[in-house]
T-cell receptor, first 113, second 113 residues
Framework: DADVTQTPRNRITKTGKRIMLECSQTKGHDRMYWYRQDPGLGLRLIYYSFDVKDINKGEISDGYSVSRQAQAKFSLSLESAIPNQTALYFC????????????FGSGTRLTVV | QKEVEQDPGPLSVPEGAIVSLNCTYSNSAFQYFMWYRQYSRKGPELLMYTYSSGNKEDGRFTAQVDKSSKYISLFIRDSQPSDSATYLCAMSAGSGGSYIPTFGRGTSLIVHP
């Protein structure tokens, strides 16, 4: 099994729908992150969590929310999906003493129509 | 100007060539420097990790950091078609202990047989 598992791998949804992307990890890492990747824009941080009770906004958190259900689980929700949220979404984890070395999941390709 | 600049390419080279991938940055506080490799439809994977200035070698890969010029490089010797991927540079500083990296946009590398 992968160290960082994201579900679903692909999803097509309609504008206005609520959708949840899930991430689970077996690395035992405290820190978890959600990024989106768009062509030409690179990786942009949406939210991050340094432990179960710690949630922080990243550079592009508007329109998104997260929940850290356990050390190993971190989910991302789009409350009312819009077409410009069509992107590739990645979950990542890191150890507490990491200086930037992440383990990424394989990504969720989300299309909002 | 973005904090981290990286030419998106694509960079196309013949098998066996020496590849040079580069990033420039503006934040002099960056101390930790990383290169990630991302295959199509996969998440980025950590390839090289260096601290401060200097070189680090791992097999066919060499990472080089010149903090005085705010310039980092990744060299790939004897390049193979399997090296075809997008390479993202990333760097972090100890801002508040978070060490959340700033990513470049990635350079697409194509190694043709």
């Amino acid at each position: 099994d992968a160290d960082v598992t994201q579900t679903p791998r692909n999803r097509i949804t309609k504008t206005g729908k609520r959708i949840m992307l899930e991430c689970s990890q077996t690395k035992g890492h405290d820190r978890m992150y959600w990024y989106r990747q768009d062509p030409g824009l690179g990786l942009r941080l949406i939210y991050y969590s340094f432990d179960v009770k710690d949630i922080n906004k990243g550079e592009i958190s508007d329109g998104y929310s997260v929940s850290r259900q356990a050390q190993a689980k971190f989910s991302l929700s789009l409350e009312s999906a819009i077409p410009n949220q069509t992107a590739l979404y990645f979950c990542a984890t890191s150890a507490r003493d990491s200086r930037g070395g992440y383990t990424f999941g394989s990504g969720t390709r989300l299309t909002v129509v | 100007q973005k904090e981290v600049e990286q030419d998106p390419g694509p960079l196309s080279v013949p098998e066996g060539a020496i590849v040079s991938l580069n990033c420039t940055y503006s934040n002099s506080a960056f101390q930790y420097f990383m290169w990630y490799r991302q295959y199509s439809r996969k998440g980025p994977e950590l390839l090289m990790y260096t601290y401060s200035s200097g070189n680090k070698e791992d097999g066919r890969f060499t990472a080089q950091v010149d903090k005085s010029s705010k310039y980092i490089s990744l060299f790939i010797r004897d390049s193979q078609p399997s090296d075809s991927a997008t390479y993202l540079c990333a760097m972090s500083a100890g801002s508040g202990g978070s060490y959340i990296p700033t990513f470049g946009r990635g350079t697409s590398l194509i190694v043709h047989p």
